[in-house]
Structure formats: structure tokens, C-alpha cells
């Protein structure tokens, strides 16, 4: 992190701070169960009295209370890549039915994590999973072992749905909602993944030649997929990585976005998903980046509340769009260059 002036930071003057402040409110909640609430409890005790719509009160308690630190990566460089990522809407059933035979699986019992920081506390959050094979721990099943011994997982369905593409996609977003017949929503979140590294298909499509640099989104992958049947499980298998997840229990507000890494609702278009060894979670973050697939700056502040098995590195961030399939089309086609400045209170040492 390098020491920064507020105005080195692109487009912050313009920003309007109050869309970000729900988000604020949410990375104070959550500050107050972790060790470092001490430096952060001066400027969440004075947000609880600001008026929230008040642009320029907001921009003021952030230029008093917090010092900006740009982010640069290990080669010098200050620009990275931002990805976006949202929360699917998927049609499902509680049995298995000819329409819904994609089955979406909880954490099996016998997927072991083991925490290296036990054995090595300079591998600080780094965790390998695997199963026991007699008396050794040998990597646990790829996603075309988990795909071909379906009977081993039947207790393990949580739900049945309609789309292979679909399924594959909400295993990238790391949760989404599923629409069961009757017309009820379920809500279902990450839980833990096999712990082979992500692969991206749209990389493999590129390589065989199947798909042009430009057409590799989200949208040119399921276009595929729908033009080549016959191919999918063999393309989706190239992608070792499988994700599990756990059902989500309703608190009526279905308005609320999915939770994060940090413990809170996300918040559209003003939360990010970090890699959390070079950015703290619940941190303000200012994102200077462009629309997906254009030159029209986006410029905001985003809070860090959120991580994710393919966002690795200093400059780099996933932009949560939010729910539904206007979100997944602005997320499906972002892939642009961006700048990140850190906000933290006096008194947190930067790395």
C-alpha cells in the first residue's frame, strides 16, 4: 500500500457517497467481532449519527476519518484486473424429476480441511482439502469424479435443478436463489469447495480455438454450451474445481443480497469480493474501473466484503452486480483494467 492524497483518487469528489453508506453500516456490524474493532470503533460510533443522505457530511467524516493508501502490485504496477460476479436465479426441485436432474450438493462428510497455519503460522489462511485413503490424506475427488459416482453423493442433495450451465455458473458466483415449482424462492450459499484449483473453461474454449478472445463471457460460454450438447460435462470437466453449498435460512427480506466472506449482505453495485491477504475485509475501497465492455468510467466506492477462489492478487477485485438477469449480464461481460485505493483508520499499519 502506498500513502495516498484524497485527490490522487479519480472521480472521488463525484462519487454519490450515500449509496455506499448501507454498505458502510454493514463492514461497522460486522467490525465489532473482530480483533482489530478498537482502531475501527471511533469512526463507526461517529457514522451511527450522520445523516445518510447527506452527500457532503459523508464525505467528510471519510477525508477526516480515514487515510487512502493506492494499492500496488509486487511488479510496481497500480492496475489490475476487475472481474463482476451475481446472484443467479435458478429453477429447481426438492426430487428429482426428467426436468430437474442437476443435483446441487452440501459439503460431504468425508471432504477433510486442514489448516496449515496449525503446522506453520506463516501459511496464515492457506488450507488444503482432501479425504483419507487408509491412514493418508490424498486430494479429494475432481469434478468428474464427483460428476461419475453420483450414487456416493445421494444423501447429499440439497436440491435438484434444471441446467447444467446454469449449475456450473452458480458454482462460480458461490450462491444464488432456486425457484422450486410451487413457486417458493430457496436461497442457497457457498459451503465449502474440493479444493482443486479453478480452471476456466472459457480459457479451454479459447485455446481449442471453439471461441474468439471477446467471445469467452459468460453469454458466449452458454451460447456455446446450447449450440454443442453433446460436449458440455467433457468441457465442464476440464474445470476440476466443484463447489458445495448449504441452504440459507429466510429472514423474509428478499430484497437483502447473499452474504459475504465478512458475514454481511452484500450490497449491489457497492460490494467487492478481495483477496484478502492484501486487503482487510470490511475496508472502504475506491474502485476506479469502466463499465463492462466499454470506455464509460466507474468510479465508486466499494466495500471489501467479500473474497472468492479465483480473486488472487494485490489490484484485483469482483464487482457484486446483485440479483437477477440484468445482473448477470453486466457481470457475465466485465473483465476490465482497474485502480484500488485502500481506506483505513489512523492507526492500521498498511502492508
Not at 138 to 148: C, E
Request: one cysteine or more.
Amino acid at each position: 500500500m502506498q500513502e495516498a492524497r484524497w485527490n490522487d483518487l479519480p472521480g472521488w469528489a463525484e462519487d454519490d457517497l450515500t449509496a455506499a453508506w448501507p454498505a458502510f453500516l454493514q463492514s461497522c456490524r460486522a467490525m465489532t467481532s473482530k480483533p482489530q474493532w478498537l482502531l475501527w470503533r471511533a469512526a463507526c460510533d461517529e457514522a451511527k449519527g450522520l445523516t445518510a443522505n447527506d452527500n457532503a457530511a459523508l464525505r467528510r467524516f471519510f477525508e477526516s476519518r480515514f487515510q487512502p493508501y493506492q494499492l500496488v502490485n509486487p511488479d510496481a504496477t497500480t492496475s489490475g484486473t476487475i472481474t463482476g460476479y451475481y446472484e443467479p436465479l435458478l429453477h429447481g426441485s426438492r426430487t428429482r424429476t426428467a426436468t430437474y436432474g442437476q443435483a446441487v450438493l452440501g459439503v460431504p462428510p468425508d471432504l477433510l480441511t486442514i489448516d496449515l497455519s496449525d503446522v506453520v503460522p506463516e501459511l496464515k489462511n492457506m488450507r488444503l482439502r482432501g479425504r483419507l485413503q487408509g491412514n493418508k490424506v490424498v486430494p479429494y475427488y475432481s469434478r468428474a469424479d464427483i460428476v461419475s459416482r453420483e450414487k456416493d453423493f445421494a444423501d447429499r442433495v440439497l436440491l435438484w435443478v434444471d441446467d447444467a450451465v446454469e449449475l456450473f455458473f452458480l458454482q462460480i458466483q458461490g450462491s444464488g436463489r432456486v425457484k422450486l415449482p410451487d413457486g417458493k424462492l430457496v436461497r442457497i450459499g457457498y459451503a465449502d469447495q474440493n479444493g482443486h484449483p479453478y480452471q476456466s473453461v472459457g480459457r479451454v474454449l479459447i485455446d481449442r480455438g471453439e471461441l474468439k478472445l471477446e467471445q469467452a463471457s459468460m453469454q458466449g460460454i452458454q451460447a456455446w454450451a446450447r449450440a454443442n450438447p453433446t460436449k458440455l460435462n467433457e468441457l465442464l470437466n476440464a474445470n476440476p474445481s466443484y463447489v458445495f453449498f448449504r441452504e440459507v435460512p429466510s429472514n423474509g427480506n428478499e430484497s437483502e443480497g447473499p452474504q459475504g466472506a465478512l458475514g454481511v449482505s452484500l450490497t449491489a453495485e457497492r460490494s467487492i469480493a478481495v483477496d484478502p491477504r492484501s486487503v482487510p475485509l470490511g475496508a472502504p475501497v475506491f474502485l476506479v474501473t469502466t463499465q463492462p465492455n466499454a470506455g464509460t468510467p466507474l468510479r465508486r466506492l466499494m466495500l471489501a466484503q467479500d473474497t472468492g477462489g479465483a480473486i488472487r492478487g494485490v489490484v484485483r477485485a469482483d464487482f457484486f452486480w446483485g440479483f437477477g438477469a440484468e445482473a448477470g449480464n453486466q457481470a457475465g461481460r466485465m473483465k476490465q483494467q482497474g485502480e484500488m485505493w485502500v481506506l483505513l483508520p489512523p492507526g492500521i499499519a498498511p502492508k
